[in-house]
């Protein structure tokens, strides 16, 4: 972990640098998202890891494949409908 603190100045555009060690040390390139919230008057920022969707559904597909299954767009939507009755329902409950 880096021990020495890093400064930074917010530009007119509200535009804020992380500095490039930090940016190494935790692997940000650009496009990586953050969520940015406030605690006990601090500007905390996170960075968001969120997972390749078309590579995640390519495994599923690619799995549903080995095993001889047929799935379509319809039987997925089908499927999403059905939980998300089921979901509602319990909610309700």
Request: no cysteine.
């Given at each position: 972990?880096?021990?020495?603190?890093?400064?930074?100045?917010?530009?007119?555009?509200?535009?804020?640098?992380?500095?490039?060690?930090?940016?190494?040390?935790?692997?940000?390139?650009?496009?990586?998202?953050?969520?940015?919230?406030?605690?006990?008057?601090?500007?905390?920022?996170?960075?968001?890891?969120?997972?390749?969707?078309?590579?995640?559904?390519?495994?599923?597909?690619?799995?549903?494949?080995?095993?001889?299954?047929?799935?379509?767009?319809?039987d997925v939507s089908a499927e999403i409908k059905a939980y998300r009755k089921t979901k509602h329902?319990?909610?309700?409950?």
């Amino acid at each position: 972990m880096l021990e020495d603190p890093e400064i930074t100045t917010m530009s007119k555009k509200g535009q804020v640098v992380i500095p490039q060690e930090l940016r190494k040390y935790l692997r940000i390139k650009p496009k990586t998202r953050f969520v940015v919230f406030v605690v006990n008057n601090d500007i905390v920022m996170r960075k968001l890891d969120i997972p390749d969707v078309k590579k995640e559904w390519k495994s599923i597909f690619q799995s549903i494949d080995k095993k001889g299954l047929k799935l379509d767009e319809n039987d997925v939507s089908a499927e999403i409908k059905a939980y998300r009755k089921t979901k509602h329902k319990k909610a309700r409950d």
